[in-house]
C-alpha cells in the first residue's frame, strides 16, 4: 500500500456519460498530480493541484476536469466519454515533487 | 516535450548490466526515474536535480548530463526483480510543477 488511495479500482460505463475518479494522498502530500496511462501513449501528464490551487496543466481536454478539496483529495471528473477515453488513470502525490511522486494503484477506466 | 528514451526494449540475463538513457531537446530542471511492473503503479526509483550530485543505490544509479541534456540509469549485476518498464520523467526549467514522462524502456531478466 503505497498511501495513495484512488477508488473506484474499476469501472465500465457506456460512451456519452459522466465519471468521477477519486484521489486520496498520502498523509502529509499537499500537490496531487493525474496521469492516463492508454497502451499506445505511454504516462499522459493532464493535470497538477497544490494544496487546492491548479499548478500546472498538460494536454487535458476540456471534457475533463478535476479539482482539490480542502482536505486535500482530489477528484478528476470526464464527461461526454468517448470510446478512446479507456485507460488507466493515475493520482500521484508529493510533498515537494523533488521528493518524488508515490502513485495509486490507478483506476481502470472501460468505455463501451 | 516528451523526452525520449533509448534502448526500446532489453533482455538482459541475470548478472549483466544495462544502462537506460533519457534525453530532451530543452533545458531541464529536474529528471525522474521510476520503475512500473505489469499491472502495478510506477515506483519512484530517484530524481536528479539540475546541479545535484550523482545519485543511485549501490546497483541502481543515474547520472544527469547538464549540458547535453540527457540523464542515464545504471543497472549492474541486475537481479529478476529488476524486470519492469522504465520511465524517465523530466521537468523543464521554464515549466515546473509538471513531470513529462517518456515512453517507457521494457526490461527482462531471465535466469
Known amino acids: 500500500d503505497s498511501g495513495v488511495t484512488q477508488t473506484p479500482k474499476h469501472l465500465i460505463t457506456a460512451t456519452g456519460q459522466r465519471v468521477t475518479l477519486r484521489c486520496s494522498p498520502r498523509?502529509?502530500?499537499?500537490?496531487v498530480y493525474w496521469y492516463q496511462q492508454s497502451l499506445d501513449q505511454g504516462l499522459q501528464f493532464l493535470i497538477h493541484?497544490?494544496?487546492?490551487?491548479?499548478?500546472a496543466k498538460g494536454n487535458i481536454l476540456e471534457r475533463f476536469s478535476a479539482q482539490q478539496f480542502p482536505d486535500l483529495h482530489s477528484e478528476l471528473n470526464l464527461s461526454s466519454l468517448e470510446l478512446g477515453d479507456s485507460a488507466l488513470y493515475f493520482c500521484?502525490?508529493?510533498?515537494?515533487?523533488?521528493?518524488?511522486?508515490?502513485f495509486g494503484s490507478g483506476t481502470r477506466l472501460t468505455v463501451v | 516535450q516528451q523526452p525520449v528514451q533509448s534502448p526500446q526494449a532489453v533482455i538482459l540475463r541475470e548478472g549483466e548490466d544495462a544502462v537506460i538513457n533519457c534525453s530532451s531537446s530543452?533545458?531541464?530542471?529536474?529528471v525522474h526515474w521510476y520503475r512500473q511492473k505489469h499491472g502495478e503503479a510506477p515506483v519512484f526509483l530517484m530524481i536528479l536535480l539540475k546541479g545535484g550530485e550523482q545519485k543511485g543505490h549501490e546497483k541502481i544509479s543515474a547520472s544527469f548530463n547538464e549540458k547535453k541534456q540527457q540523464s542515464s540509469l545504471y543497472l549492474t549485476a541486475s537481479q529478476l526483480s529488476y524486470s519492469g518498464t522504465y520511465f524517465c520523467g523530466t521537468e523543464m526549467e521554464t515549466s515546473y510543477d509538471k513531470v513529462i514522462f517518456g515512453p517507457g524502456t521494457s526490461l527482462s531478466v531471465i535466469p
Open positions: 500521484a502525490s508529493s510533498v515537494t515533487g523533488l521528493d518524488g511522486y508515490t
Open positions: 530543452k533545458a531541464l530542471y529536474s
Open positions: 498523509s502529509g502530500d499537499l500537490s
Open positions: 493541484y497544490y494544496n487546492g490551487e491548479e499548478r
